[in-house]
């Protein structure tokens, strides 16, 4: 098989494949957190769409748990990293060290140096340490002393936070929120998967058990098929709008980002493929706007007295603009 014709195989659009590898992952990881359908498939979806995942929510409800089933279920290198007030940026980027014999400096990798980077409690980290993977996420890459080092494909950053109103966490920096794709927040269990959880979780961490179906390669080939997935002229139109439309809400004193409407771009692309399509809907945005945009917007003071959400405000901005009927 020629070059050209290797390329071209590496990106064909197998929807197929698609489902049948986000079925075995969605299974996997159920058999850890009971009850998380509609989270489990947004961070698949994420993982698909070479973004990054942001898990929200107070301490106890499997923030955790989604994160490393997520990352065990894949056969790739994974690391985590425990953010803590002390961590410094040299401890997820890496340092440089003088080594003796060779009397030459060598690069020692730190913890973002893998395909799925764990980050626990990332709020807990002061702003300068949250920075350090500001590169990483957007790039692909870490630059010290001069010389880029490139992460390895996939690359991806499943970070945890507590809501900012817990003791002892710094506001992500708005740059930092704007590189995450997507924010899930986990939520209470159903009476009925607490009482499971109760069952499974009792004796021993299914976790122990959770064996990986599939491979680096294999979603990072995924990956740049899903970019054939058709997005009519209409829709994409749809999409700026509702973006735009954040901008002028009287509501935000943030709106959506121009990097905002790529990442909805490519994860409406994922969710089409997920529900046996290569073609975009304007549901498939419809259904993305709260996760995809709300973690980036700032609402104003009167707002937040108010007791709005951005994913409200999100959804208001939306119904605004008309939606396309066709191409």
Same mark, same amino acid.
């Given at each position: 098989?020629?070059?050209?014709?290797?390329?071209?195989?590496?990106?064909?659009?197998?929807?197929?494949?698609?489902?049948?590898?986000?079925?075995?992952?969605?299974?996997?990881?159920?058999?850890?957190?009971?009850?998380?359908?509609?989270?489990?498939?947004?961070?698949?979806?994420?993982?698909?769409?070479?973004?990054?995942?942001?898990?929200?929510?107070? /301490?106890?409800?499997?923030?955790?748990?989604?994160?490393?089933?997520?990352?065990?279920?894949?056969?790739?290198?994974?690391?985590?990293?425990?953010?803590?007030?002390?961590?410094?940026?040299?401890?997820?980027?890496?340092?440089?060290?003088?080594?003796?014999?060779?009397?030459?400096?060598?690069?020692?990798?730190?913890?973002?140096?893998?395909?799925?980077?764990?980050?626990?409690?990332?709020?807990?980290?002061?702003?300068?340490?949250?920075?350090?993977?500001?590169?990483?996420?957007?790039?692909?890459?870490?630059?010290?002393?001069?010389?880029?080092?490139?992460?390895?494909?996939?690359?991806?950053?499943?970070?945890?936070?507590? /809501?900012?109103?817990?003791?002892?966490?710094?506001?992500? /920096?708005?740059?930092?929120?704007?590189?995450?794709?997507?924010?899930?927040?986990?939520?209470?269990?159903?009476?009925?998967?607490?009482?499971?959880?109760?069952?499974?979780?009792?004796?021993?961490?299914?976790?122990?058990?959770?064996?990986?179906?599939?491979?680096?390669?294999?979603?990072?080939?995924?990956?740049?098929?899903?970019?054939?997935?058709?997005?009519?002229?209409?829709?994409?139109?749809?999409?700026?709008?509702?973006?735009?439309?954040?901008?002028?809400?009287?509501?935000?004193?943030?709106?959506?980002? /121009?990097?905002?409407?790529?990442?909805?771009?490519?994860?409406?692309?994922?969710?089409?493929?997920?529900?046996?399509?290569?073609?975009?809907?304007?549901?498939?945005?419809?259904?993305?706007?709260?996760?995809?945009?709300?973690?980036?917007?700032?609402?104003?003071?009167?707002?937040?007295?108010?007791?709005?959400?951005?994913?409200?405000?999100?959804?208001?901005?939306?119904?605004?603009?008309?939606?396309?009927?066709?191409?």
């Amino acid at each position: 098989m020629s070059v050209e014709a290797q390329r071209a195989s590496t990106t064909e659009l197998d929807v197929d494949q698609v489902r049948q590898t986000v079925g075995a992952m969605r299974t996997a990881i159920s058999r850890v957190i009971e009850g998380k359908s509609e989270q489990i498939d947004l961070a698949i979806m994420v993982l698909l769409a070479s973004g990054h995942l942001l898990i929200e929510d107070v /301490p106890g409800v499997g923030k955790t748990m989604l994160a490393k089933a997520l990352a065990k279920s894949i056969d790739c290198t994974v690391r985590r990293i425990q953010f803590t007030p002390d961590l410094l940026p040299s401890d997820i980027t890496g340092v440089s060290v003088y080594n003796q014999e060779s009397r030459e400096f060598e690069f020692k990798p730190g913890g973002v140096f893998a395909n799925i980077v764990v980050g626990d409690e990332i709020n807990r980290a002061s702003p300068k340490t949250q920075s350090a993977l500001l590169e990483a996420m957007e790039e692909r890459q870490v630059s010290v002393d001069g010389t880029t080092h490139r992460l390895p494909p996939p690359f991806m950053v499943v970070a945890t936070q507590n /809501p900012i109103e817990m003791e002892g966490t710094y506001p992500l /920096p708005e740059a930092q929120r704007d590189r995450f794709m997507a924010r899930i927040q986990m939520g209470y269990p159903t009476r009925n998967a607490e009482i499971e959880m109760l069952d499974t979780h009792g004796a021993a961490s299914p976790l122990t058990t959770l064996r990986p179906v599939t491979d680096g390669a294999t979603l990072t080939r995924l990956a740049s098929g899903l970019g054939r997935v058709h997005v009519s002229s209409a829709v994409k139109g749809y999409i700026v709008d509702v973006v735009d439309a954040t901008r002028s809400n009287t509501d935000l004193r943030l709106g959506a980002s /121009p990097r905002a409407g790529l990442h909805l771009l490519r994860a409406v692309r994922v969710r089409a493929a997920m529900h046996g399509r290569d073609y975009v809907t304007p549901d498939d945005v419809q259904a993305l706007l709260g996760p995809v945009l709300g973690h980036r917007l700032l609402l104003t003071s009167q707002a937040r007295l108010a007791g709005r959400k951005p994913a409200d405000v999100v959804l208001a901005a939306a119904g605004t603009v008309p939606v396309p009927r066709g191409d």
